[in-house]
């Protein structure tokens, strides 16, 4: 079963506003009556002169004479009722005396944050922008504070009506039975609901204005200086931006998240990968702004975007270019039989929301190695990521080939038949774990299969990087010589769960790199090649579960 958040009663409730697109006026109705004129109906009465004239709404009424209407944040002295006695048109669903705390509304007017939740949560949750009749059909409406509400049969979001189609000279009046339930959207639901509370917090830091030019109403330019009638400020999040729109009214998602206890787990074994070195600025925001990215970048999908939910899910960051394995890579964003036992749904509680399902877990559902915990490949004919190179000269060549990642390679020559050449490739985005330090290296039946040089490449490598202080180190992987098999793709294993000390993820200073240098005597020279054919460079995440 799927459960349902609805906001009914508001006594000591707090939140963060989320997205409001709803714009009004700051000094008074009159100027807003002026842009904004509704459709005359044949009736002298307004929406505010229709409510008095039923007595069971004296409630609701004396809640719209309280409740101000809010600009940019600020209180204007513009009452819901004052707004309602205006030329501007809407749709009231008004709910009948007794069905709610009254007093409680009231309360909550006397505050500024406290008028804004009844602002939101009751008083737009009842009145529409648009004017909508009942009718024999089914139809949808969106209110105030960008909830899709259903009319059906005599029922707006299955609340039955006692009366409808109470026309008036700026709108349509319906009177319902008790007051229309507030459904959460997900961001929403991660921000109120208490054992989800570790991720709301983390998210509503990132909660901003933005001013929209394009939706306000300008009425010139003074002195080179825009001046706008109606300025439209929307409430947006900046992280949701990054990993899924989730508040969003008019959009479908899902997210899978854990409870406090599961995501404090995850949370505490994912920040050990995100370690910064002491020269990093802001290294511990650093830390833990890639943390929480880290446990939500796959975390949201876009209901759009599926096949088939039974089969597999794609979340928000999926390249769809990338549709298979390549070269043997593994694809990241991609989850199998998520419902299926192991699978990332498998026994978690569903909880319906009004812009998606919200899926409660009890412990984080992902391997760290499909998601934040991932594989580097630095392919050798990205020759930008060369940073020093020694007598030698390298070229990238295509060669299409399911053994071939990228369908590309670096043909590296030694300057002259004796030369002892060096090449040294930054790695990006390495994390503060453990990794396999691979290369991969072609035979040379690549560019000639007729008649190959069958002589093996030998060599030396160093790794160079940073440890917490920001210290620069090396390895020289113990001054061992590695060779590659002419006669296969060759995946050398230069070291075993190395274990790099410090984070690079997301930073421009090169504080990794691997130095390859052909160590091949004069007099060994017909038995190995200088000669080399470089697929990429590999780093294979370690873990415990993985060793």
């Known amino acids: 079963m799927i459960n349902k958040i609805t906001k009914r009663h508001l006594i000591g409730f707090s939140f963060i506003i989320c997205h409001l697109s709803f714009s009004i006026a700051l000094t008074s109705c009159s100027e807003w009556d002026d842009h904004y004129e509704g459709a005359q109906t044949g009736t002298s009465l307004t929406l505010w002169q229709q409510l008095q004239q039923h007595p069971e709404l004296s409630d609701f009424c004396q809640v719209l004479e309280q409740t101000k209407v809010f600009r940019m944040h600020k209180k204007t002295p513009v009452s819901y009722a004052q707004l309602l006695d205006g030329g501007q ?39 529409s922008r648009s004017t909508s009749s009942m009718k024999d059909y089914e139809q949808s409406m969106l209110m105030l504070n960008s909830k899709h509400m259903t009319l059906s049969a005599g029922t707006i979001e299955g609340v039955a009506l006692k009366a409808s189609n109470l026309h008036a000279k700026n709108g349509v009046l319906h009177i319902a039975e008790r ?20 991720i709301g917090n983390f998210l509503r830091q990132y909660d901003e204005d933005y001013f929209d030019a394009d939706a306000s109403v300008s009425s010139g330019i003074v002195e080179g200086v825009p001046v706008y009638v109606d ?8 992280m949701l931006q990054r990993i899924g729109l989730i508040n969003a009214e008019d959009s479908t998602y899902w997210i899978v998240v854990p409870t406090t206890e599961g995501w ?31 446990l939500l970048d796959d975390a949201v999908f876009n209901m759009t975007d599926q096949h088939s939910t039974q ?23 991609v989850f199998q039989k998520p419902f299926a036992a192991g699978g990332i749904l498998y026994g978690a509680e569903p909880v319906a929301c009004s812009n998606g399902v919200l899926y409660k877990s009890r412990e984080w559902p992902f391997d760290p190695v499909k998601t934040y915990f991932k ?49 040294t490739f930054r790695l990006n985005n390495t994390l503060s774990g453990d990794y396999d330090i691979c290369v991969i290296i072609l ?35 113990d001054n061992k010589q590695f060779q590659s098999n002419p006669e296969k793709v060759d995946t050398v294993v230069l070291a075993e769960a190395f274990h790099l000390p410090a984070c690079n993820y997301d930073q421009n200073d090169i ?12 007099r060994e020279t017909a038995r190995y090649a200088r000669e080399m054919y470089l697929d990429c460079i590999y780093l294979r995440p370690r873990t415990s579960k993985s060793e």
């Not at 160079?464 to 992987?477: A, H, R, T």
């Open 264 to 294: 404090n787990r995850a949370w505490d074994e994912a920040t050990k990968y995100f370690v910064y070195d002491a020269t990093v600025l802001k290294r511990d925001s650093i830390q833990q702004y890639w943390t929480n990215r880290a």
């Open 511 to 522: 504080k990794v790199s691997l130095t390859l240098q052909c160590n091949i005597l004069a």
């Open 375 to 423: 594989e580097i490949w630095a392919e050798g004919e990205s020759t930008w990521l060369i940073t020093a190179d020694k007598d030698c000269s390298f070229n990238g060549r295509r060669q299409v080939a399911d053994s071939i990642s990228e369908n590309a390679y670096l043909q590296v020559l030694p300057r002259t038949t004796t030369s002892n050449w060096n090449l």
């Open 89 to 127: 048109s809407f749709t009231v669903v008004a709910p009948v005396n007794g069905t709610f705390n009254r007093d409680s509304l009231i309360r909550l007017t006397q505050t500024h944050q406290g008028d804004s939740v009844a602002e939101k949560f009751f008083v737009l949750n009842h009145i």
């Open 231 to 238: 300025s439209v400020v929307i409430e947006r999040n900046r």
């Open 179 to 198: 007051p229309l339930p507030y459904e959460y959207n997900l961001y929403e639901a991660l921000c109120d609901m208490a054992d989800l509370s570790a």
């Open 311 to 333: 089969d597999s899910l794609w979340s928000v960051p999926y390249l769809s270019w990338r549709t298979g394995w390549v070269s043997g890579k593994p694809i990241y964003h």
């Open 443 to 477: 035979p040379k039946s690549v560019s000639n299969q007729n008649d190959p040089d069958m002589r093996p490449c030998k060599f030396k490598a160093t790794l160079n990087y940073v440890d917490e202080q920001g210290k620069e180190l090396s390895f020289n992987f």
